[in-house]
């Protein structure tokens, strides 16, 4: 599994992540030392952008400014461009809504930056009683991703982990109330870092209305043309499985890449048990462990496959609560 992680350098509490990458504690961090351990500690600056132009003779040159900026790591490597109006905010500060989660049983497990530091993350997972569906236990974690590059803005996004394969569950209950909670990187971003205090007691509640649902899934079962709907639902080029060939036009040959895909996705269902429940972790176990990344986090939690994941719960739920389901249409 690709990695892409800054220096090779993050730390974890627990089991090793990433093929045995990472500074293993005995103890969860303080936000602190979390930064430290995770090679974070450095400064982002913006600076403006300019080009040379030719003056009057030509051994004369003047700077000419673009109005526009770059980000830099420690004055060094550049991250991003970015506008006049986007303001950076240090490691330091974007981690500052931790100490939120600290104060509700929440203990940091891991943290790191991928892309050269483009991007930087830290996870940590709730301490409470054990959240079980069906037979699954859950545990619940939250994620704060953000980005140096001017790519995104911060990200807090809380999730769950299946803990037998540790798959990574996401889910969007409705476009109103969406469980990701966002900042700008624009004026007055660190003050709005309060914000994420009211945005975790949302979440507690979208945590058991979700966790409601994953338990009708245990009870719904699935015979094979109803999981092919569900998938084709929740993954639309699987559709167009099958489909390959030679393009006479542009002398390109299309690959078939639904197939393969379709394949593995039917396995898992098959061997955990051929339930609404098993059918969703079978597209979560695909995008998290069987698919190869060159960035695993940014792709698993942000990415396309994230969205999979999210639409693969947004359909299970759709027929979860649908006790007249007989195809998986949604």
């Given at each position: 599994?690709?990695?892409?992680?800054?220096?090779?350098?993050?730390?974890?509490?627990?089991?090793?992540?990433?093929?045995?990458?990472?500074?293993?504690?005995?103890?969860?961090?303080?936000?602190?030392?979390?930064?430290?351990?995770?090679?974070?500690?450095?400064?982002?600056?913006?600076?403006?952008?300019?080009?040379?132009?030719?003056?009057?003779?030509?051994?004369?040159?003047?700077?000419?400014?673009?109005?526009?900026?770059?980000?830099?790591?420690?004055?060094?490597?550049?991250?991003?461009?970015?506008?006049?109006?986007?303001?950076?905010?240090?490691?330091?500060?974007?981690?500052?809504?931790?100490?939120?989660?600290?104060?509700?049983?929440?203990?940091?497990?891991?943290?790191?930056?991928?892309?050269?530091?483009?991007?930087?993350?830290?996870?940590?997972?709730?301490?409470?009683?054990?959240?079980?569906?069906?037979?699954?236990?859950?545990?619940?974690?939250?994620?704060?991703?953000?980005?140096?590059?001017?790519?995104?803005?911060?990200?807090?996004?809380?999730?769950?982990?299946?803990?037998?394969?540790?798959?990574?569950?996401?889910?969007?209950?409705?476009?109103?109330?969406?469980?990701?909670?966002?900042?700008?990187?624009?004026?007055?971003?660190?003050?709005?870092?309060?914000?994420?205090?009211?945005?975790?007691?949302?979440?507690?509640?979208?945590?058991?209305?979700?966790?409601?649902?994953?338990?009708?899934?245990?009870?719904?079962?699935?015979?094979?043309?109803?999981?092919?709907k569900y998938f084709e639902s929740v993954i639309p080029f699987l559709v167009h499985r099958?489909?390959?060939?030679?393009?006479?036009?542009?002398?390109?040959?299309?690959?078939?890449?639904?197939?393969?895909?379709?394949?593995?996705?039917?396995?898992?269902?098959?061997?955990?048990?051929?339930?609404?429940?098993?059918?969703?972790?079978?597209?979560?176990?695909?995008?998290?462990?069987?698919?190869?990344?060159?960035?695993?986090?940014?792709?698993?939690?942000?990415?396309?496959p994230a969205q999979y994941k999210r639409n693969a719960f947004k359909n299970a739920a759709?027929?979860?609560?649908?006790?007249?389901?007989?195809?998986?249409?949604?």
């Amino acid at each position: 599994m690709a990695h892409q992680l800054l220096d090779d350098t993050m730390f974890y509490v627990g089991s090793t992540p990433w093929h045995e990458l990472g500074i293993p504690l005995d103890n969860p961090p303080t936000i602190e030392e979390a930064i430290k351990l995770a090679n974070l500690d450095w400064e982002v600056t913006k600076v403006p952008t300019f080009y040379k132009s030719k003056g009057k003779t030509p051994w004369h040159y003047k700077d000419i400014l673009t109005g526009h900026f770059v980000t830099l790591k420690d004055n060094k490597t550049v991250l991003g461009n970015v506008s006049k109006r986007y303001e950076v905010l240090q490691n330091v500060d974007a981690f500052s809504p931790f100490s939120v989660l600290l104060d509700n049983n929440y203990k940091l497990e891991t943290a790191g930056a991928v892309r050269d530091g483009k991007m930087v993350w830290i996870l940590a997972k709730k301490d409470e009683k054990t959240v079980k569906v069906g037979d699954d236990v859950i545990e619940r974690y939250a994620l704060l991703m953000n980005s140096h590059d001017g790519s995104t803005p911060v990200f807090l996004q809380p999730t769950n982990i299946r803990v037998v394969c540790a798959n990574t569950l996401d889910f969007a209950l409705s476009k109103k109330t969406p469980l990701r909670f966002s900042i700008k990187h624009t004026a007055n971003v660190k003050s709005r870092l309060d914000e994420v205090s009211d945005a975790l007691k949302f979440a507690e509640g979208n945590w058991q209305q979700a966790h409601e649902i994953m338990n009708r899934m245990v009870d719904v079962k699935m015979d094979y043309r109803q999981t092919t709907k569900y998938f084709e639902s929740v993954i639309p080029f699987l559709v167009h499985r099958g489909q390959s060939g030679k393009n006479e036009l542009y002398d390109v040959t299309k690959r078939d890449i639904g197939t393969p895909v379709f394949h593995q996705l039917m396995n898992n269902w098959a061997k955990e048990g051929e339930t609404l429940w098993h059918a969703y972790n079978a597209v979560t176990e695909y995008y998290d462990h069987q698919k190869t990344y060159k960035d695993w986090v940014w792709s698993t939690q942000f990415g396309k496959p994230a969205q999979y994941k999210r639409n693969a719960f947004k359909n299970a739920a759709i027929i979860a609560n649908n006790p007249t389901f007989t195809g998986a249409s949604a």
